[in-house]
C-alpha cells in the first residue's frame, strides 16, 4: 500500500531508479506526470532530452523513493542510452495500442535496455491509452504473447484517465523491492570474513550513482 510523503519518516531506506523507455509520443512523460504529480496535460510537449521526477511511497513498511527516468523517444537521443541506463533497477517499456508500429519497435527497445542495463532489473510492458480502445491497433493478447515469452511483466494504462498507472509502478518498485531486500537477507547470512563488510546490514540502500545530494556514498547494491 502506498502512503504520502507526509505520513512517510523522513528516512529514505531505499532509491530505486526506473527508467521509461519507448518511441516518441507513446506516453511516457504523461505516465511520469501521472505517477509522480497525479496530473495530465493534454498540451504536452515531446521531452528534451532527460528529465526524472522523484516519488517517495512505503513498501513493507519500508521508506522507497522512487525515482523515475525521462527520455526523448527520438532517435536522435539515443546517445544518452548508457548514462540513461545506468544504475536503473527497473524499466516501463511504453508503446501506444492506437500504433502498431510503435509495438513493432519494443523488441528493438528491449534489446538495447538489456546490453545497457542490470541483467535483474524488473521490466513492465505498457500499452498506454487504454482510454482510445476504438482506435485500437495492438490486441492485448499480441502484448501478453510477447510480454510472457520475454519475462516481463505487462499491464495497459491510460496516463489520461489515471487506470492502472498507479498499479503498473508498484507492481515494478514492489517486485525490486523483493529482488533486493531477498539478496538483503543473503547477506545478513552469510558470516563476515576478513576483508569484507556485511553490506547490507544496517545501511541505506542506494543504487550507485542516485545518492542524494549530501548523502554517504553507501558500496552496496544491484550486483552486476
Known amino acids: 500500500m502506498a502512503h504520502s510523503y507526509a505520513e512517510l519518516n523522513q528516512r529514505i531506506d531505499y532509491v530505486f531508479k526506473v527508467v521509461l523507455i519507448g518511441d516518441s509520443a507513446v506516453g511516457k512523460s504523461q505516465l511520469l506526470a501521472r ?7 493534454l498540451d504536452s510537449k515531446a521531452t528534451i532530452g532527460v528529465e526524472f521526477q522523484t516519488r517517495t511511497l512505503a513498501i513493507d513498511h519500508k521508506t522507497v523513493k522512487a525515482q523515475i527516468w525521462d527520455t526523448a523517444g527520438q532517435e536522435r537521443y539515443r546517445a544518452v542510452t548508457s548514462a540513461y541506463y545506468r544504475g536503473a533497477v527497473g524499466a516501463m517499456l511504453v508503446y501506444d495500442i492506437t500504433k502498431r508500429q510503435s509495438f513493432d519497435h519494443v523488441a528493438r527497445w528491449l534489446e538495447e535496455l538489456r546490453g545497457h542495463a542490470d541483467k535483474n532489473i524488473v521490466i513492465m510492458l505498457i500499452g498506454n491509452k487504454s482510454d482510445l480502445g476504438t482506435l485500437r491497433a495492438v490486441s492485448t493478447e499480441d502484448a501478453k504473447e510477447f ?18 498507472v498507479e498499479s503498473a509502478f508498484l507492481t515494478v518498485l514492489t517486485e525490486i523491492y523483493r529482488i533486493i531486500s531477498k539478496k538483503s ?28 545530494p549530501g548523502a554517504a556514498r553507501s558500496s552496496c547494491c544491484m550486483s552486476t
Open 35 to 41: 505517477f509522480s504529480r497525479n496530473e495530465f496535460s
Open 147 to 164: 510480454a510472457q515469452q520475454e519475462n516481463l511483466f505487462f499491464m495497459e494504462t491510460s496516463a489520461l484517465e489515471a487506470t492502472n
Open 185 to 212: 537477507l543473503i547477506a545478513n547470512d552469510e558470516p563476515e570474513s576478513a576483508g569484507s563488510s556485511s553490506l547490507l546490514k544496517g545501511t541505506k540502500i542506494l543504487v550507485p550513482g542516485q545518492e542524494p
